[in-house]
């Protein structure tokens, strides 16, 4: 019953500010948990904090991944630390369990969110969207071979169409560009709302990959800004990182919607995978 | 004695993780304080408590603007998140005091600090730099007039030497524009090392000074990546956006040091100067 998705981000109030979550191994990628769906929890738990209140949607939410998380339960923690009449801002964590009981931490956010009914029509977008080949010569990544998925289980939950010149993202050799794209929906067509959006952010392998850099590369920070709600209809997704120094690179991601919106921009800080 | 600028970003310890600062009057900005001069207030304070623990400068900070901050004294506490071998991740209040006493909260802060000597020398930077007209070509924002000097007292805090193109930011009609761009360096010549960084990320007038919005555009959250520190001599910087959607914008930040590096990328989500 409802959307997969929904059941792998469902958060439940179990005290003032702290919700329970059950983080779902369907959202794995190298043996940890993709730090977008993380987000997305973490997401959704502070929407659950402040929507009475007047602020369902994420403006802007940054996240610092200080331990690798895995599937099974987990808990977020809401603090508020301004709530006003435009927008709210809160600290929040995610925690998971050891063995005794006590609590590690897996990853620490500030958010600022507020109503995206409340945002004006005054668009004065000067980005263009990039260019992607039509959604039907693109290539679905959800069937690439099962050594892939094996490391990637991640790739069921979603219907991600990439660009065939990204020749390394659809397992062939590295394309040596520093940006791969694609097309993005979810698995089960659950629509993207601004909570989702969260998770879209990071779900495109890192761009290390068309780099000669297989592997996965652990995020240090995100920070994501979620600018409007997304038209219905499949999603263009970019990542381009341009200042790689010391194993260390920055990752820009912009989403499209289906009406030519520019709905959301990442940037993220990521250790880049070890040279093979 | 000293460099003025390190007098306005101390701070002394005054418990665990608890460090006292007095706020500069000298970088204010439209009757509050400058938001790149108040990270490097709480950066410093970070730097005080990390460094000898071996992490000593900031990778990357996120930064939540709750309230205006004024001039006088201030509190800066830092809770370690996660202190690992190769970084660290810390919270960050800064906050200030009412009249009874009680704490009001101005930002809230995550960080994670390494080492940049622990950097290696692997650099595949694709970024290149902006155009920028020669130093001696460009305008000194300090000789604006008593009016603009009045409302932005910063100005005398540093030589920043503005593009001539960029006519908004010099005193002149809006550009159209949605960039600015200028030299800069510290009044007093103190080199700018990571914690300065966090200033420079913010002390261009709002992009949207070009767009024939004048007045000041209050920041709602501000992540700076320092990646590497500064050769010696003249930064150049560029702040840019591309999305501006009512009233709120983002600012994207490039500094590129005298060696042609590009050690700090910023980016920054704004409200727009209500339109006059």
């Given at each position: 019953?409802?959307?997969?998705?929904?059941?792998a981000?469902?958060?439940?109030?179990?005290?003032?500010?702290?919700?329970?979550?059950?983080?779902?191994?369907?959202?794995?990628?190298?043996?940890?948990?993709?730090?977008?769906?993380?987000?997305?929890?973490?997401?959704?738990?502070?929407?659950?904090d402040?929507?009475?209140?007047?602020?369902?949607?994420?403006?802007?939410?940054?996240?610092?991944y200080?331990?690798?998380?895995?599937?099974?339960?987990?808990?977020?923690?809401?603090?508020?630390?301004?709530v006003?009449?435009?927008?709210?801002?809160?600290?929040?964590?995610?925690?998971?369990?050891?063995?005794?009981?006590?609590?590690?931490?897996?990853?620490?956010?500030?958010?600022?969110?507020?109503?995206?009914?409340?945002?004006?029509?005054?668009?004065?977008?000067?980005a263009?969207?990039?260019?992607?080949?039509?959604?039907?010569?693109?290539?679905?990544?959800?069937?690439?071979?099962?050594?892939?998925?094996?490391?990637?289980?991640?790739?069921?939950?979603?219907?991600?169409?990439?660009?065939?010149?990204?020749?390394?993202l659809?397992?062939g050799?590295?394309?040596g560009?520093?940006?791969?794209q694609?097309?993005?929906?979810?698995?089960?067509?659950?629509?993207?709302?601004?909570i989702?959006?969260?998770?879209v952010?990071?779900?495109?392998?890192?761009?290390?990959?068309?780099?000669?850099?297989?592997?996965?590369?652990p995020?240090?920070?995100?920070?994501a800004?979620?600018r409007?709600?997304?038209?219905?209809?499949?999603?263009r997704?970019?990542?381009?990182?341009?200042?790689?120094?010391?194993?260390c690179?920055?990752?820009?991601?912009?989403?499209?919607?289906?009406?030519?919106?520019?709905?959301?921009?990442s940037?993220?800080?990521?250790?880049?995978?070890?040279a093979?």
């Amino acid at each position: 019953m409802g959307y997969e998705y929904d059941r792998a981000i469902a958060v439940e109030q179990i005290d003032a500010g702290t919700y329970a979550a059950n983080l779902d191994g369907g959202w794995s990628v190298g043996g940890g948990l993709n730090g977008g769906y993380l987000l997305a929890v973490i997401g959704n738990a502070i929407k659950s904090d402040l929507e009475d209140l007047g602020h369902p949607d994420p403006y802007a939410v940054s996240a610092y991944y200080v331990s690798p998380s895995v599937a099974g339960p987990a808990r977020v923690t809401v603090r508020h630390i301004r709530v006003g009449r435009g927008t709210a801002t809160v600290a929040a964590t995610l925690s998971q369990f050891q063995d005794d009981g006590s609590p590690v931490e897996r990853i620490t956010a500030l958010a600022t969110y507020g109503d995206h009914a409340r945002i004006s029509d005054d668009v004065r977008t000067t980005a263009v969207p990039f260019d992607l080949p039509p959604y039907d010569d693109c290539v679905l990544t959800s069937t690439a071979p099962p050594e892939v998925k094996a490391f990637v289980p991640m790739l069921d939950r979603f219907a991600m169409r990439a660009d065939p010149a990204n020749t390394g993202l659809i397992g062939g050799p590295p394309s040596g560009s520093t940006a791969v794209q694609a097309w993005f929906e979810l698995a089960d067509g659950r629509p993207i709302d601004p909570i989702a959006l969260l998770t879209v952010v990071d779900t495109l392998p890192p761009v290390t990959i068309e780099m000669g850099l297989p592997g996965w590369a652990p995020t240090v920070e995100l920070t994501a800004h979620i600018r409007a709600t997304p038209a219905p209809g499949p999603l263009r997704i970019r990542h381009e990182t341009r200042n790689y120094v010391g194993g260390c690179f920055e990752e820009d991601c912009e989403v499209w919607d289906s009406a030519g919106r520019l709905v959301a921009q990442s940037r993220q800080l990521a250790l880049a995978p070890l040279a093979q």
